[in-house]
């Protein structure tokens, strides 16, 4: 039998010439590449779902959307019937300020376009300025106003260089026709986002023209057969008065929620490397401030419920 023998290949290896300057042009540009590509990217899923959240000024019983990632929270609480045809919640939206600049709001549904919003920002005066939006136009919501209303609760209002804190009833606020009616009991799909950057204009004003939510935006499963408690009502009559609307505010649209395309969620069933984290925690209330906003109502079709069987498993994703 012959003998194999082992032969060893020397390789050489060319080395090729790198023109520093396409280096130094990818290096720059790569950042702004990735931007553009995550900006209409969600942040969070319908896979997250609010948790258990106590306020620590009120003591009320809340649920809470919180991501890990952008410190945006939107927490909830509803009265444990609702009476009438359109329903009320206590809300709290918290999130980071970039040098006492940004705004955040909350939407009654996943999607983006024709969704029912409440946007909150610092209003240049120590307070809070609160208005209400309807995205038929994504570059500027305008401001909408009807039979809804927003009523700060004065000891859950605050602000400052770093943070947003903003307590509220939201009167007549669950309506069918806006994307999410009181019948909803079980799970529902709602939205939020955030920006580093405060409203084009007057601060003060509630009209003034929201920019881009680059900080982050999508959607979340809020758990309202959680949130109801038997406090709501003692904590709703603490409310002020509700927050007028500008001059410049128009009705809102009927079923606009239903013209949305679907498109700013896609994939968001999916992975998760991408998306915010939802963990437990709290953001207290604080004192003062100053409000904004004003009402606004409908008629149509709608109803956000979704049937989930995970509904009652942690999302966090880690």
Known sequence: MPLSTNTHRRRTWRHRYINPACIIITAISLPAIILAQDDDDPTSSTSQFSEPFVDQTTGLAMERFFGARTSFGFAFALPEVQTAATGSFIGQLSFPLVNGEGWGSLGLTGDMEGNFILAVWPDGNGGVMASFRQATDEDNPPEVTGDFAVRPLADGVSVNSTSLTYTFLCENCLDSTLGLGPEVTGDAVMGWALSERLPEGDPADPGARLG???????????????AAT?????????????????????????????????????GDEGG?????????????????????AGGGSGAGTGGGEIDDEGDDSDSDDD
Not at 243 to 259: I, N
């Open 212 to 226: 881009f939510h680059e900080r982050g935006f999508g959607p979340f499963t809020a758990r309202l057969g959680s």
């Open 272 to 292: 998760d490397g991408d998306d915010d984290d939802v963990e437990n925690g709290g953001v207290g209330g604080g004192a003062g401030g100053g409000t904004g």
């Open 230 to 266: 038997a406090e709501f009502d003692a904590i709703a009559a603490t409310a002020l008065d509700p927050v007028p609307a500008s001059a410049r505010a128009v009705a809102a649209v009927a079923g606009a929620f239903e013209e949305g395309s679907g498109d700013e969620d896609s």
